[in-house]
């Protein structure tokens, strides 16, 4: 992993922004100076334990993905739009499980992926699912269905940065008829990429 001054101040102010609230966080990690940045929508239970994104089975799922590109992990910079994990109480269980991020949640944690952006500044910037797709490309109304594995265009500060969509890979694994279609956008990107 390779940080930076700048990286490890934002995520410090992260964390105490949010202890303030109680929540834990898993900020991102990886090379800060990484062409490719990846952002997922939130950390779930064993992100949260390990302070790390994209473990366990999601971790196996991006592992797959970062395959099929020919990349490593340590090349790029993984996160998520929200840095803390979304959960509530399953009244059968008793136990947590993850739901999806409200509005407020994702706002409150935009600045710091913005931040981010700007510190690593890649060459794209590749979005899995619609909440990572809708914050970073400012539009709520936006549907990953009409804009996965297309190239999308931001300014941040007058810098300009190619946004590539892609359905989350836990989509995937619930609706297998999107895999095709998930494999097609993957060699669009790779191509872009290479
Ligand atoms: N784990 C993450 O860190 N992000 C996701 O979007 C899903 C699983």
Same mark, same amino acid.
């Given at each position: 992993?390779?940080?930076?001054?700048?990286?490890?101040?934002?995520?410090?102010?992260?964390?105490?922004?949010? $202890? +303030?609230?109680?929540?834990?966080?898993?900020?991102?990690?990886?090379?800060?100076?990484?062409?490719?940045?990846?952002?997922?929508?939130?950390?779930?239970?064993? +992100?949260?334990?390990?302070?790390?994104? %994209?473990?366990?089975?999601?971790?196996?799922?991006?592992?797959? %993905?970062?395959?099929?590109?020919?990349?490593?992990?340590?090349? $790029?910079?993984?996160?998520?739009?929200?840095?803390?994990?979304?959960?509530?109480?399953?009244?059968?269980?008793?136990?947590?499980?993850?739901?999806?991020?409200?509005?407020?949640?994702?706002?409150?944690?935009?600045?710091?992926? $913005?931040?981010?952006?700007?510190?690593?500044?890649?060459?794209?910037?590749?979005?899995?699912?619609?909440?990572?797709?809708?914050?970073?490309?400012?539009?709520?109304?936006?549907? $990953?269905?009409?804009?996965?594995?297309?190239?999308?265009?931001?300014?941040?500060?007058?810098?300009?940065?190619?946004? %590539?969509?892609?359905?989350?890979?836990?989509?995937?694994?619930?609706?297998?008829?999107?895999?095709?279609?998930?494999?097609?956008?993957?060699?669009?990107?790779?191509?872009?990429?290479?």
């Amino acid at each position: 992993m390779i940080y930076n001054q700048e990286m490890t101040e934002l995520e410090t102010g992260c964390r105490n922004y949010f $202890i +303030e609230q109680d929540k834990k966080i898993v900020f991102g990690e990886g090379n800060v100076k990484a062409n490719l940045m990846l952002v997922g929508e939130a950390p779930g239970r064993q +992100e949260i334990e390990q302070g790390r994104p %994209f473990v366990g089975q999601a971790g196996k799922n991006l592992d797959e %993905f970062l395959q099929l590109l020919n990349i490593e992990r340590d090349d $790029i910079y993984i996160t998520n739009a929200v840095k803390f994990r979304p959960a509530k109480i399953n009244p059968k269980t008793n136990r947590l499980i993850n739901r999806p991020p409200s509005k407020l949640e994702i706002n409150d944690s935009k600045a710091f992926l $913005i931040g981010q952006i700007k510190i690593i500044a890649p060459q794209i910037i590749v979005t899995l699912g619609n909440v990572p797709m809708r914050v970073i490309l400012d539009n709520e109304k936006l549907n $990953i269905g009409d804009l996965h594995g297309t190239v999308q265009n931001i300014h941040i500060d007058n810098i300009s940065y190619l946004v %590539f969509p892609l359905y989350h890979p836990a989509s995937i694994i619930y609706k297998r008829a999107l895999r095709a279609v998930y494999e097609e956008d993957l060699l669009k990107l790779k191509a872009i990429i290479s």
